[in-house]
């Protein structure tokens, strides 16, 4: 098996909670009493966009929140979404690790739009981990498209068969597996530990 010397990471499910997902969503609409089939109809056309960095997380909101009068203003609503992200501490802990370790180069292939994706590097301090971040929003590309993976492996100059992608989402994962990356689908932290160990990462 060869040497693996690079690791990218998914960010949402993986070191952090999901920052604009089904379950965030939901919450955001309980708390502003939103119509989720409504917004959804609306997401749905304007997703793509927002997370490539095509639209601004101000035109997204205008286009799915505020596109009618509201009770509640757009700056209250922003700062319900960057709360929704949480850390999962003893994940980012692991990673810091294998960061300080030196041994592995260390970048994110992550699906996000461009303020939730920097919201989320300063606060949970990111950058002391990650040397790059592919993240959608600026690569213009998604998972589980395939160019977002060869991006990262074009950028980084890693041959596929070095570098394992770990990301808690199966079709993610398969697609970085057919360039040929070794692949960790995160269910839990021991199970991340003994997978990682299997490839000679520790």
């Known amino acids: 098996m060869p040497t693996i010397r690079a690791l990218f990471w998914d960010v949402g499910g993986v070191?952090?909670?999901?920052?604009?997902?089904?379950?965030?969503?939901?919450?955001?609409?309980?708390?502003?009493?939103?119509?989720?089939?409504?917004?959804?109809?609306?997401?749905?056309?304007?997703?793509?966009?927002?997370?490539?960095?095509?639209?601004?997380?101000?035109?997204?909101?205008?286009?799915?929140?505020?596109?009618?009068p509201r009770p509640f203003s757009k700056e209250e609503f922003q700062q319900c979404m960057f709360a929704l992200s949480q850390p999962?501490?003893?994940?980012?802990?692991?990673?810091?690790?294998?960061?300080?370790?030196?041994?592995?180069?260390?970048?994110?292939?992550?699906?996000?739009?461009?303020e939730l994706n920097a919201y989320r590097i300063a606060t949970f301090d990111l950058r002391k981990i990650f040397r790059a971040f592919f993240s959608s929003c600026y690569v213009g590309l998604r998972k589980p498209e395939a160019d977002i993976y060869r991006v990262a492996l074009e950028?980084?100059?890693?041959?596929?068969?070095?570098?394992?992608?770990?990301?808690?989402?199966?079709?993610?994962?398969e697609c970085a597996a057919k360039l040929g990356m070794q692949v960790i689908q995160m269910q839990g932290l021991e199970q991340l530990r003994k997978d990682l160990e299997s490839l000679g990462i520790a």
């Not at 959804?40 to 997380?57: M, Q, Y």
């Not at 999962?88 to 739009?113: C, D, Q, V, W």
Request: charged residues 25%.
């Open 88 to 114: 999962f501490p003893e994940n980012l802990k692991l990673a810091h690790a294998l960061a300080n370790s030196g041994r592995y180069f260390m970048g994110t292939i992550n699906n996000e739009s461009r």
């Open 155 to 173: 950028v980084t100059q890693f041959p596929a068969e070095e570098c394992c992608f770990i990301d808690d989402r199966a079709l993610n994962l």
């Open 15 to 68: 070191l952090l909670t999901n920052a604009w997902d089904h379950n965030e969503r939901a919450k955001a609409f309980e708390k502003f009493h939103l119509n989720a089939d409504e917004f959804h109809s609306r997401h749905e056309l304007v997703v793509s966009s927002f997370e490539r960095g095509k639209i601004t997380l101000d035109e997204y909101l205008d286009r799915t929140v505020f596109y009618q």
